[in-house]
Nanobody, 128 residues
């Protein structure tokens, strides 16, 4: 049984930084898309950043939604089965519950419907 556990959320002022962690357990996580989603109150869940934990034959191994490019960085520590999301220059618009999700299959990386495994989420609040 795949389990994902997020941590690292909190409250920061605009311009600040946070690093989220997603620890995976219950299997070997090579060859997965590990993706961070976020959902603000009243809004749909949106993909933020994704990373492929296996060998990429063609195409990029990371994806970012446009609004976070240049500010957020996704990375992995395969030895720890952990994926990180470093968030810099945070803005009030980044306020949301952040979720980690995992999926073996290809397809649309930022489509939440394709992900069978989800964590419980960690709250990020950015004040102006």
């Amino acid at each position: 049984q795949v389990q994902l556990m997020e941590s690292g959320g909190g409250s920061v002022q605009a311009g600040g930084s946070l690093r989220l962690s997603c620890a995976a357990s219950g299997g070997t996580f090579s060859g997965y898309w590990m993706t961070w989603f976020r959902q603000a109150p009243g809004k749909e869940r949106e993909g933020v950043a994704a990373i492929y934990t296996g060998k990429v034959v063609r195409g990029p191994s990371t994806y970012y939604t446009d609004s976070v490019k240049g500010r957020f960085t996704i990375s992995q520590d395969s030895a720890k089965n952990t994926v990180y999301l470093q968030m810099n220059s945070l803005e009030p618009e980044d306020t949301a519950m952040y979720y980690c999700a995992a999926d073996r299959a290809g397809g649309t990386v930022f489509d939440p419907a394709k992900y069978p495994y989800w964590g419980q989420g960690t709250q990020v609040t950015v004040s102006s």
